[in-house]
């Protein structure tokens, strides 16, 4: 069946057609690809087309699709079993390898996606500190729990108003949100509220309005003011962990948070999240503490054994080679006229204006550019993420044959920029 006719049949089951919006083209437009079949840096579609992935799933599979080794690891995993609902050894070799990269992780809880993993930090935070407030910065994604699908309400440090239907005013309201890069607001609002707040959470490297990429003293006096306040710091490295250090953002930028939050990598391309930090914040996580939080396929073995692989050959080499590699990348991008490409690590943002700190920055026309370059490279064999607020992925797949193809696309449709 083609990717049309599967598309009208997938509409007819889910809102959209699709299993998670953005994957529904709108921003773009056009017909959703539907994915066959993919290796290293590409897939092919249900019409059997093939493309040059520049999306990767949005972050998991930083050694490219179908990595030989990852598959390896969970059919062996597959034959002990798909689901115990109890411990099993994968669990403590991940973990062990977790505690290694990012020497702040004391204790851990492995969930089954990222949103999941902020939702549970946040409720640890909430039971360590007694308190209920939490505040989030504007142009920052962490996930769909209530709390979270929040905007800055009117005025300083006021309540949040909601971003979507269905989450209680009530809830919005214990969130407040300030601007990234704003130190005014930032002092102000702890000035104010900081002896309410039980959380900040924060990417700090932000990827999901773009790539807004924070000035270093912005974090740092964030993690200054957590400490003062008595505020626990949640760094969420859902997208930046392992991603672009072995010890993520946290490593990079030198700053150790209290808590942190991640997914995607971890679980190497099956459903996994992970929080975790300071033992005695952990410590208030049932059974041991009075915070409850669960999960039936929590620290699944499949799932367990596709993240140890992975983690495994996350060595500071291969950082280095993917951080070279981007590089490249970047440069062949901003061949196409017009364009900037911010970039952390193997994370790049396809840009037509000059790199921005806040997502209200963004301008209106850089994303209709995007959106007709989305389109010109895709009927050149290349899949850039469907939206003009997304970050590029490169894998370790990427490599020399895979840029020069990108070129080859990005000198066909330079004309028309
Ligand atoms: C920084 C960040 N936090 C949380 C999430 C939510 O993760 P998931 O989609 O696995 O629920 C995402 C998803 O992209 C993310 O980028």
């Given at each position: 069946?083609?990717?049309?006719?599967?598309?009208?049949?997938?509409?007819?089951?889910?809102?959209?057609?699709?299993?998670?919006?953005?994957?529904?083209?709108?921003?773009?437009?056009?017909?959703?690809?539907?994915?066959?079949?993919?290796?290293?840096?590409?897939?092919?579609?249900?019409?059997?087309?093939?493309?040059?992935?520049?999306?990767?799933?949005?972050?998991?599979?930083?050694?490219?699709?179908?990595?030989?080794?990852?598959?390896?690891?969970?059919?062996?995993?597959?034959?002990?079993?798909?689901?115990?609902?109890?411990?099993?050894?994968?669990?403590?070799?991940?973990?062990?390898?977790?505690k290694?990269?990012?020497?702040f992780i004391e204790k851990m809880?492995?969930?089954?996606?990222?949103?999941?993993?902020?939702?549970?930090?946040?409720?640890?935070?909430?039971?360590f500190?007694?308190?209920?407030?939490?505040?989030?910065?504007?142009?920052?994604?962490?996930?769909?729990?209530?709390?979270?699908?929040?905007?800055?309400?009117?005025?300083?440090?006021?309540?949040?108003?909601?971003?979507?239907?269905?989450?209680?005013?009530?809830?919005?309201?214990?969130?407040?949100?300030?601007?990234?890069?704003?130190?005014?607001?930032?002092?102000?609002?702890?000035?104010?509220?900081?002896?309410?707040?039980?959380?900040?959470?924060?990417?700090?490297?932000?990827?999901?309005?773009?790539?807004?990429?924070?000035?270093?003293?912005?974090?740092?006096?964030?993690?200054?003011?957590?400490?003062?306040?008595?505020?626990?710091?949640?760094?969420?490295?859902?997208?930046?962990?392992?991603?672009?250090?072995?010890?993520?953002?946290?490593?990079?930028?030198?700053?150790?948070?209290d808590m942190?939050?991640?997914?995607?990598?971890?679980?190497?391309?099956?459903?996994?999240?992970?929080?975790g930090g300071r033992k005695d914040i952990m410590g208030v996580v049932?059974?041991d503490g009075?915070?409850?939080?669960?999960?039936?396929?929590?620290?699944?073995?499949?799932?367990?054994?596709?993240?140890?692989?992975?983690?495994?050959?996350?060595?500071?080499?291969?950082?280095?080679?993917?951080?070279?590699?981007?590089?490249?990348?970047?440069?062949?991008?901003?061949?196409?006229?017009?364009?900037?490409?911010?970039?952390?690590?193997?994370?790049?943002?396809?840009?037509?204006?000059?790199?921005?700190?806040?997502?209200?920055?963004?301008?209106?026309?850089?994303?209709?550019?995007?959106?007709?370059?989305?389109?010109?490279?895709?009927?050149?064999?290349?899949?850039?993420?469907?939206?003009?607020?997304?970050?590029?992925?490169?894998?370790?797949?990427?490599?020399?044959?895979?840029?020069?193809?990108?070129?080859?696309?990005?000198?066909?449709?330079?004309?028309?920029?």
């Amino acid at each position: 069946m083609s990717n049309e006719t599967l598309f009208q049949e997938a509409l007819t089951h889910f809102p959209g057609g699709v299993s998670s919006p953005v994957r529904a083209f709108r921003a773009v437009g056009g017909t959703p690809k539907f994915f066959k079949k993919a290796s290293g840096a590409w897939f092919e579609d249900e019409d059997g087309a093939r493309f040059l992935d520049l999306c990767m799933s949005w972050g998991p599979l930083i050694l490219g699709h179908a990595h030989a080794d990852i598959l390896a690891a969970v059919s062996e995993a597959m034959q002990e079993g798909l689901t115990f609902g109890a411990p099993s050894r994968r669990e403590l070799s991940l973990a062990r390898r977790i505690k290694e990269m990012v020497p702040f992780i004391e204790k851990m809880r492995f969930v089954s996606s990222g949103t999941e993993a902020v939702m549970s930090a946040l409720r640890a935070a909430r039971g360590f500190t007694g308190r209920d407030r939490i505040l989030k910065f504007e142009g920052c994604y962490h996930g769909h729990s209530d709390g979270l699908l929040v905007k800055a309400g009117s005025g300083l440090a006021t309540f949040g108003a909601p971003t979507s239907a269905g989450v209680p005013k009530g809830i919005a309201e214990l969130t407040s949100v300030v601007t990234l890069d704003d130190m005014d607001t930032l002092e102000r609002t702890f000035a104010e509220i900081g002896g309410q707040l039980a959380a900040a959470i924060i990417e700090p490297i932000p990827a999901n309005n773009g790539l807004l990429l924070q000035r270093p003293e912005f974090l740092k006096r964030l993690r200054e003011l957590c400490t003062q306040h008595g505020v626990v710091l949640i760094f969420d490295e859902v997208i930046s962990g392992f991603r672009v250090a072995p010890g993520g953002a946290a490593e990079r930028l030198g700053i150790t948070p209290d808590m942190a939050t991640y997914g995607k990598i971890i679980g190497g391309g099956m459903p996994v999240g992970l929080y975790g930090g300071r033992k005695d914040i952990m410590g208030v996580v049932a059974p041991d503490g009075p915070v409850y939080q669960a999960g039936t396929l929590s620290g699944n073995p499949v799932a367990m054994a596709a993240g140890l692989a992975t983690m495994e050959k996350l060595t500071p080499a291969f950082y280095a080679g993917l951080e070279a590699n981007a590089e490249k990348w970047a440069a062949a991008f901003e061949a196409i006229p017009g364009l900037h490409c911010p970039r952390y690590g193997s994370l790049l943002w396809p840009l037509f204006q000059d790199s921005v700190r806040r997502s209200d920055a963004v301008k209106g026309e850089a994303i209709g550019s995007f959106n007709r370059l989305h389109k010109a490279m895709l009927a050149q064999g290349v899949y850039l993420p469907p939206s003009g607020y997304e970050v590029a992925f490169l894998s370790a797949a990427h490599g020399d044959a895979e840029l020069a193809r990108f070129k080859q696309a990005a000198a066909a449709v330079a004309k028309d920029f």
